[in-house]
Structure formats: structure tokens, C-alpha cells
């Protein structure tokens, strides 16, 4: 039996008000029973998706059941003949708005739901499939999804418009190709699973940092001077990303340590280890070991090897172990070697007299090189005198 038929048998008024009376009932009954028992079900539940979906949900459920009595009054024949306008005026003003608000908010709830879901699983810790870039893609494809519903909710036809869509897609890509290389290589990052938020990656560039944010175009990265840096995806999809916090978020640490030759190994060998597990950003497993690297120019090659919790720790550990190695060294005598430089200091030769030596400091001539005409004797004064006559 067909519900409609059966509405069509009553007075228009009469027809009009159960159809309000049920659906607005059966919005009562989903707000103050239905969601009150679904409540205090998800609240005893471990996680807490269920308690997002419900509180999504709620507005898009009590709104459709109210609004549905509005839209099948404009499906009602007897009603429709009994108003003074038109089917189609009945439908654009009542119809047509009832059914576009229903499917905004469910198009806002779906979309909210899955929103608040991955937010929620990145905060809990657990290393799951999703990214920040899932939530943009899915915001994308319900926006597409939500406006072709409602297009075709009004009966636009959208042909006319594809041609001209095709010629505007093309110069938007030539435009924003940097943008679209942008969003494809976020895509990329994602289905690779290169890094989630929380992850400390090194660039190949040198830069390092804790990646903060996933966008659809670009990545930001807090480096540990806390500066933000916002790199493109497409650069990261392009270029060497280590990720320091992937599989694992425990990092080895390397101390280089020399000693000088003769020193007692095994008294070394334990003193090191000793080191590293006083050291509480030292892990207790694996545990600490050290290994003879190498016969130096001038020491004995070591390398003290233990782990750290996070790489944010790396730093920080090493300056501890080097401090305690080196106060360790001390109290127990253990040579760290260092390159020597030996400088001879050669004495000059000793001069042959102090008459030498001042006539170096004044610039005065040997006497045995002075010449006639500079000597003040008889031969001087002829030489003058010669001058005299000649210039006669």
C-alpha cells in the first residue's frame, strides 16, 4: 500500500498535519531517545570515534526527519491542489530547500567526521594509515560530491558549462602548476608514508626539524632553534628525506674516543660502559658496548655505542657522555692524546765588536774606504786650489 495514496484519501489539512505531526515527532523521539541511548552507549566503549560520529551526526539526523515532512508535502497531490500556487513554486520554495539543507549538513557532517577521526587517532599516538593530506583530499572530494548533488537537486544542467570548464582547467594548470605539483607530491608523500606529523626527518639539504603540519602544499617542519620552515611537497617529494623517527623512534648514539698508547683495555672497555649506563638518557636496552675502531697516528681508536629514546635526545646525550668520559679519564690517569709541535730557537752569530755595531746604527763608512777628497789633509786642499786655477 502505498503511503502517499493514502494520504491523497484525506483533507489537505488533514494530510498536512500528520505528515508535520509524524516527522517532526520522529525528530523529538531521535533527539531526546535515540541519541540520549546511543550516548550512553559510545561513553562505556575504549575509543572514542564512536563519541565523534555521534556528536557529527546528531544535528543532520534530527534535521532530516524534520525537514522531511516539508518535502513530501510538495509529493502530496491533494496538498499541492489545495495551496494557491503551482506544483513547481511549491516545489522551488519548499521542496527543492529542504532537500538542498539535508544534504549540506550531511555533506558537513561526513566530512567533519572523518576530520575529527584522523585528528583524533594522530593524537592518541598510533601509527595508523592516516595522514593530514587524507583529511584535504577528503574535504575536496565531498566539496565536488556536495555541489554536483545540489546541481542536480535544482535541475541545472551543467553541460554548457563543461566546454568552457575544459578551456578555464587548462589555463588554471598552466597557472597554478606549481601549486597542482604541490598537491600531487602531498599525495604522493601520503600513499608512500614518508613521515607523519611528530616525525623528525633530515633533508638532504642539512635542515632537520619535527614535522608539525601536513598541508596540501607545503610541509612545515619546527627545527630545534624553534623556527618554522615551510617546505613545498613537491621539493619533498623530489628530493632525500630521512626520517629519523621511522620504523623505529630510538636512535643509536656514536662517542669517538681516543687513548693514548699502552693504555689497559679492559679497564677502558669498562670504564666506558660504565659511563654510558650512569647516564639516564642512556637506554638499558640494547645495551651500552664499546669497539676498537681503528690504530691512530698518535691514540687508540674507540667508539662508546648506546641508544636514546627519540633523535631530539642525540645531541644532548652526547654532550653528557663526553663530559663524563672526560671527568672519568681524569680520575682514573687515562691519557687523552693531542698533537705535539716541537720549536727549536736557533742564536744568531755574535757580531765582531761594539764599533761595528754602531756604525751599523749611524750608517758610517769603513775608514779604510774613505777617499782623498772627502779626507781633510794637505791633498784636499791642492785638489781645491787646482780647482781654482782651472776655473780661472
Not at 293 to 314: H, I, K, M, N, Q
Amino acid at each position: 500500500m502505498d503511503p502517499l495514496a493514502s494520504l491523497d484519501a484525506l483533507a489537505p489539512w488533514q494530510a498536512a498535519a500528520v505528515v508535520l505531526g509524524v516527522s517532526l515527532g520522529a525528530a523529538v523521539v531521535a533527539e531526546f531517545v535515540v541519541i540520549r541511548a546511543a550516548r550512553r552507549f559510545v561513553t562505556r566503549t575504549e575509543t572514542g570515534l564512536d563519541e565523534i560520529a555521534l556528536a557529527e551526526v546528531r544535528v543532520p539526523l534530527v534535521a532530516s526527519l524534520a525537514l522531511a515532512g516539508v518535502y513530501l508535502l510538495t509529493r502530496i497531490e491533494g496538498v499541492v491542489a489545495a495551496v494557491p500556487v503551482s506544483g513547481a513554486a511549491l516545489e522551488a520554495f519548499f521542496g527543492d530547500p529542504a532537500l538542498t539543507v539535508v544534504v549540506l549538513l550531511w555533506a558537513w557532517a561526513l566530512n567533519e567526521v572523518v576530520n575529527r577521526g584522523v585528528d583524533y587517532l594522530q593524537e592518541q599516538g598510533a601509527r595508523y594509515d592516516f595522514a593530514p593530506v587524507f583529511s584535504n583530499v577528503w574535504t575536496l572530494a565531498v566539496a565536488v560530491g556536495t555541489v554536483g548533488t545540489v546541481l542536480y537537486i535544482w535541475e541545472i544542467d551543467v553541460t554548457p558549462l563543461l566546454a568552457g570548464a575544459g578551456i578555464a582547467g587548462i589555463a588554471v594548470g598552466f597557472a597554478a602548476k606549481d601549486t597542482v605539483a604541490n598537491f600531487f607530491g602531498g599525495v604522493a608523500l601520503y600513499f608512500d608514508d614518508t613521515y607523519r606529523v611528530g616525525d623528525f626527518v633530515e633533508l638532504d639539504t642539512g635542515e632537520t626539524g619535527t614535522v608539525v603540519k601536513v598541508g596540501v602544499r607545503s610541509t612545515t617542519l619546527l627545527t630545534r632553534d624553534e623556527v618554522l620552515v615551510t617546505v613545498p611537497n613537491s621539493v619533498l617529494n623530489a628530493t632525500k628525506v630521512i626520517n629519523q623517527s621511522a620504523p623505529s623512534r630510538r636512535r643509536r648514539v656514536r662517542v669517538p674516543v681516543g687513548v693514548a698508547y699502552g693504555t689497559d683495555l679492559d679497564d677502558l672497555e669498562a670504564l666506558l660502559v660504565d659511563v654510558a649506563s650512569a647516564e639516564t638518557l642512556v637506554l638499558d636496552s640494547p645495551k651500552p658496548r664499546c669497539r676498537f675502531r681503528r690504530f691512530g697516528d698518535s691514540a687508540l681508536e674507540y667508539e662508546l655505542l648506546c641508544w636514546v629514546a627519540s633523535p631530539t635526545r642525540r645531541a644532548k646525550a652526547v654532550h653528557r657522555l663526553n663530559r663524563a668520559v672526560h671527568d672519568r679519564f681524569a680520575e682514573a690517569g687515562i691519557e687523552i692524546p693531542y698533537p705535539r709541535r716541537d720549536l727549536t730557537v736557533r742564536e744568531s752569530p755574535v757580531d765582531a765588536g761594539p764599533d761595528a755595531a754602531d756604525r751599523d746604527r749611524v750608517g758610517d763608512p769603513d775608514p779604510g774606504s774613505r777617499s782623498p777628497a772627502t779626507d781633510g789633509g794637505d791633498d784636499g786642499g791642492r785638489g781645491d786650489a787646482g780647482g781654482r786655477e782651472r776655473g780661472r
